[in-house]
């Protein structure tokens, strides 16, 4: 078929045109990731798990209160009848311990910044991990908070999105927390390899365990993919955009190996596979690939890469 986005000629079969990504919704993956995508709505799956929490706690709260009244009618009596005080002082003020940990939970939650995701996340980020946007990670080049731009002389070979770094994160007090790593899209230009974040509302975060990005890469791919294709065009004009403070960069030199795991059955409905980018310094970072297309671009450029940097 042709790609109404820049005109080429690719497989039918293929998610998305591995040229420029413009999204295939011709397949029957197509069809359902499209159909998923405008069900969960322009923001993401975070506002309606933000919306689903106060919900909860409303209904938890009522239970709660009518569980204290009752231990306190019925400890009233057993105490009376020579059950010792310290018994009925115990049992009924577990149902406020709960109701207070229920409180807390919620406010946290609510106090989510929908609107600026990257802002919040930056808020977040020094709280629980301290400064970390202004270190200096040797062999991975972090942005912090400078913008993302080309170098002169680069130019952009490909990109997939979105990705989602494989990591294992809980989260903190109150059910919210946030991830080390953000980044959903990978750039590959003449000369490095750029990890980059599309933000949805919640990027970054861990709400009740779950991680949002994770989620939203799955859901929202189509919504993804297309943020990250005005990211690639900006960049090719020379914008420099606003980005995570984890962001990062590789130089293509600095690549020992890069492996992949193309996923098979089933399991490729939800991930087409993984590729793993090991630095000369032992540094490593893996990630799940979404897309198909997406993947097989990544293995033709870095099987490229390898005879020209890793010989």
Not at 131 to 136: C, D, F, L, M, N
Not at 138 to 147: A, D, H, W
Not at 187 to 215: E, H, K, N, W, Y
Request: hydrophobic fraction near 40%.
């Amino acid at each position: 078929m042709k790609c109404p986005g820049c005109g080429s000629s690719y497989a039918d079969e293929l998610n998305s045109c591995p040229t420029c990504g413009s999204a295939n919704n011709d397949t029957f993956t197509g069809r359902i990731a499209n159909a998923v995508d405008k069900a969960v709505g322009p923001g993401g799956v975070t506002p309606g798990i933000v919306y689903r929490s106060r919900i909860v706690f409303k209904r938890t709260a009522v239970f709660l209160i009518c569980m204290f009244i009752a231990f306190l009618v019925v400890f009233s009596i057993a105490v009376s009848k020579g059950v010792p005080l310290y018994i009925g002082v115990f049992f009924t003020s577990l149902p406020l311990l709960f109701l207070a940990a229920a409180y807390y939970s919620n406010r946290k939650v609510s106090q989510v910044d929908l609107g600026n995701p990257i802002n919040y996340y930056k808020e977040q980020l020094d709280k629980t991990y301290g400064k970390r946007a202004t270190k200096v990670v040797e062999g991975m080049n972090l942005f912090g908070n400078e913008g993302v731009g080309l170098q002169q002389g680069e130019e952009i070979v490909a990109f997939a999105s979105p990705v989602y770094r494989m990591q294992s994160t809980v989260s903190g007090p109150g059910g919210l927390s946030v991830e080390k790593y953000t980044e959903n899209t990978i750039v590959v230009t003449s000369s490095r390899v750029l990890f980059l974040t599309c933000a949805l509302p919640g990027q970054g975060l861990l709400l009740g365990g779950g991680s949002q990005d994770m989620i939203n890469d799955v859901v929202k791919r189509r919504t993804l993919q297309e943020l990250a294709q005005k990211e690639v065009e900006g960049l090719k004009i020379g914008t420099i955009s606003d980005h995570f403070p984890n962001d990062f960069w590789i130089d293509r030199k600095a690549l020992k190996e890069v492996d992949y795991l193309k996923y098979m059955g089933p399991a490729k409905y939800a991930s087409a596979g993984a590729i793993s980018f090991r630095l000369n310094n032992g540094k490593k970072a893996r990630y799940h690939v979404i897309e198909g297309s997406d993947m097989d671009k990544l293995v033709s450029i870095f099987n490229a890469v390898k005879k020209m940097f890793m010989a």
